[in-house]
């Protein structure tokens, strides 16, 4: 009988340390995200690549490398740095489609890019990274 009493606790303790051990796995990681300066510090994944992408890769007709340098000596992207000066470009950018969104439309809480404010990168830009004079 007392052989199956530690049987059984040194299986329920094995369950419950599995248990916890999955659950620290299957936890989402929190954001990693250096140097951001515009955008929201607690940004998701998810919105930090919708902005990415349908704002900079649509609206501007850039790839990453367009903003962002490269690690020294590979070809990785280093997202923090800001040796590229289009970056800060993009950043003053950023700024002033905000400002213009909440002065002249009434958008009060405006903490991000997003292609349901009425001015856009794509307002003016219309795909390319220096719009034409019209």
């Known amino acids: ?3 199956l009493h530690s049987i059984l606790i040194t299986l329920a ?3 419950v340390f599995i248990i916890n051990v999955r659950a620290v796995k299957s936890s989402p990681p929190a954001n990693d995200y250096a140097n ?7 940004i998701s994944t998810k919105e930090l690549q919708r902005i990415m992408v349908d704002e900079f890769q649509d609206g501007l007709g850039v790839g ?11 070809i990785l992207l280093d997202y923090a740095s800001d040796e590229k000066p289009e970056k800060e470009i993009t950043r003053k950018m950023m700024r002033m489609t ?4 909440k002065t002249h ?5 405006v903490e991000t890019v997003s292609s349901l404010m009425p001015v856009t990168c ?10 034409e004079n019209e």
Request: aromatic share 6%; glycine share 12%.
């Open 1 to 3: 009988m007392k052989r």
């Open 13 to 15: 303790f094995g369950c």
């Open 36 to 42: 951001l300066q515009v955008l929201p510090k607690d």
């Open 64 to 74: 990453c490398g367009y903003c962002h340098a490269t690690k020294k000596g590979t």
């Open 98 to 101: 905000m400002d213009i969104n």
């Open 105 to 109: 439309f009434g958008l009060e809480k």
């Open 122 to 131: 794509s307002t003016c830009h219309r795909g390319k990274a220096h719009p």
